[in-house]
């Protein structure tokens, strides 16, 4: 059992937020978008919040480490793929996103099983930004072609693939770091 902590539970609420933004998303009622919209921004709000909670009460849980990025990533890939149904967004933009974003995680996972910990960088954060962004505007503007909102499309994809980039070439020093301990190490 995980501690229910405030920011456990916002992590929670994120989760079962999924489902509630998919259906305002592709079923047909009237101000689904709006409402898509209210339940994107409130998740995106406990996102910061979550982490600032425990970090300023000294609440971080296991838990917590594990699931805030995965329900980060829920709500990016299922508002992602719920739009690509609604031909809002390209699939390929969708395509590329998951794919940072599995593959971060599966690096991750690699790295801690290797005792090395890869923890979110400037880029990773500033991606997070720049992805609630696009993905509001997908779903609150009246035009998903608009220039604007193509032109935050655009720069989340940019910023997604450099900043998993980031996260790889910075796995791959630390992995260099450490075998040239390990054998001084030894000596």
């Not at 405030?6 to 047909?28: C, D, Q, S, Y």
């Amino acid at each position: 059992m995980f501690p229910l902590n405030l920011p456990n539970a916002l992590t929670l609420i994120r989760i079962l937020l999924v489902p509630v933004l998919v259906v305002a998303l592709t079923v047909e009622t009237p101000g689904g978008s709006t409402i898509a919209a209210i339940v994107f921004a409130a998740a995106a709000l406990t996102d910061g919040l979550d982490g600032y909670i425990a970090r300023s009460r000294q609440a971080i849980t296991t838990f917590g480490k594990v699931m805030d990025p995965v329900a980060d990533k829920l709500m990016i890939a299922a508002a992602l793929i719920s739009l690509v149904s609604l031909d809002r967004v390209a699939g390929w933009v969708a395509m590329v996103i998951i794919a940072r974003e599995f593959a971060v995680s599966g690096l991750r996972i690699a790295a801690g099983q290797q005792g090395v910990v890869i923890p979110a960088s400037a880029l990773g954060k500033l991606k997070t930004i720049v992805q609630v962004a696009a993905v509001l505007a997908l779903i609150a503007a009246n035009d998903a072609d608009a220039v604007w909102v193509q032109a935050l499309v655009y720069a989340m994809v940019l910023v997604t693939v450099v900043s998993g980039a980031d996260y790889f070439l910075n796995f791959r020093r630390k992995l260099e770091q450490a075998a040239r301990s390990e054998p001084s190490a030894q000596s």
